[in-house]
């Protein structure tokens, strides 16, 4: 079964070649453009293996989601990485996630991380 993966990103070239270097991967992947609409795509599918999510976005930023995601019984185990090239910014924001990647992302470190986390049971 396809491991399925929700990315939230607000730089549609970032969403893009994620989206597609994820799928060549073999993985499902879900698409969100910041966090409010993260959460209208997590109400329609099925919880996703993974979220990986922007830190600083627009409408509703990335502190702003986890709060409202770990409060949503159907995802609220899901496991996080945040995405950022503000590492200033969550360094004190004592986030609860699986793993911080800096931007620019490296495809290799992201892909290990992904399998890591997603590893079948």
């Not at 409202?68 to 945040?82: F, S, T």
């Not at 992302?105 to 079948?120: H, K, M, S, W």
Request: aromatic letters at 4%; one cysteine or more; hydrophobic letters at 45%.
């Amino acid at each position: 079964m396809a491991r399925s993966i929700l990315l939230v990103d607000d730089d549609a070239d970032t969403r893009m070649m994620l989206r597609d270097f994820l799928e060549e991967e073999g993985f499902i992947v879900h698409t969100a453009r910041e966090g409010q609409h993260a959460l209208h795509v997590l109400e329609k599918i099925e919880p996703p293996d993974l979220i990986l999510l922007d830190y600083k976005m627009p409408v509703m930023d990335g502190k702003q989601f986890l709060g409202v995601q770990r409060r949503m019984p159907k995802v609220q185990a899901v496991p996080v990485v945040l995405l950022s090239a503000a590492t200033r910014e969550w360094s004190g924001a004592h986030l609860e996630v699986q793993e911080v990647l800096s931007k620019p992302i490296d495809l290799e470190v992201l892909l290990l991380t992904v399998n890591r986390i997603c590893a079948p049971s």
